[in-house]
């Protein structure tokens, strides 16, 4: 079965730094693109960033653009997010996501979520004194 489990949310402090991880199964991410999304409580889902298959190319939204920072690791078949400078409106719960291409699929400026796309149980982040 092809999915993606996430984990590392938690707790933090604003201004704090948090890593959170997804790991495939089913499949090697190593040929495609992958990207992080989030949903906050009332709110719809949002491509926060994106990297390409190789890492030659990544992606962010610009609300998380200079604190964010997407990696990979194909080897252990892991893409991870570190979040740095948190704030109490990056609290959401956090998933990762692929269209099964080698870019990120980056619409007039976001990063479009993969059409019917079955979502994992994600990871939740919250930000909070």
């Known amino acids: 079965q092809v999915q993606f489990v996430e984990s590392g949310g938690g707790l933090v402090q604003p201004g704090g730094s948090l890593r959170v991880s997804c790991a495939a199964s089913g499949f090697t991410i190593g040929y495609y693109g992958i990207g992080w999304f989030r949903q906050a409580p009332g709110k719809e889902r949002e491509g926060v960033a994106c990297i390409s298959r190789a890492a030659s190319s990544t992606f962010y939204s610009n609300s998380v653009k200079g604190r964010f920072t997407i990696a990979r690791d194909n080897a252990k078949n892991i893409v991870y997010l570190q979040m740095n400078s948190l704030k109490p409106e990056d609290t959401a719960v956090y998933y990762c996501?692929?269209?099964?291409?080698?870019?990120?699929?980056?619409?007039?400026?976001?990063?479009?979520?993969?059409?019917?796309?079955?979502w994992g149980q994600g990871t939740q982040v919250t930000v909070s004194a």
């Open positions: 996501a692929t269209d099964f291409r080698p870019d990120c699929n980056v619409v007039r400026g976001t990063i479009d979520e993969p059409p019917h796309y079955s």
